[in-house]
Nanobody, 123 residues
Framework: VQLQASGGGLVQPGGSLRLSCAAS????????MGWYRQAPGKQRELVAT???????TYADSVKGRFTISRDNAKFTVYLQMSSLNPEDAAIYHC??????????????????WGPGTQVTVSS
């Protein structure tokens, strides 16, 4: 199973970006998916999560500005970010709780991480 994120880039304060993260491989089912971020010199922090049923949670710092969503048929999670400020600049990582189908027909549960996409907020 692999996760690949895209959509990062440079945006001015007050601007918007939409991140995408697609999972691929021998996927039987994906449960929770989420976005985390890590700024230089800081620990990785939770940004938002979404269950397979669409229940969402957000960090207080992004509530009202960010929206997480997913397309279960495409194994993809999105993060719509608005009203960005310099404190949002970080490498954004997606993760997913995946039930994968092994060659023997066994189902294996695992948490997978994408390599991250850089978000820079600067004028």
């Amino acid at each position: 199973v692999q996760l690949q994120a895209s959509g990062g880039g440079l945006v001015q304060p007050g601007g918007s970006l939409r991140l995408s993260c697609a999972a691929s491989g021998s996927i039987f089912r994906i449960d929770d998916m989420g976005w985390y971020r890590q700024a230089p010199g800081k620990q990785r922090e939770l940004v938002a999560t979404i269950t397979s049923g669409g229940t969402t949670t957000y960090a207080d710092s992004v509530k009202g500005r960010f929206t997480i969503s997913r397309d279960n048929a495409k194994f993809t999670v999105y993060l719509q970010m608005s009203s960005l400020n310099p404190e949002d600049a970080a490498i954004y990582h997606c993760n997913a709780d995946v039930l994968s189908l092994e060659g023997s027909g066994t189902l294996v549960a695992g948490k997978y991480w994408g390599p991250g996409t850089q978000v820079t907020v600067s004028s």
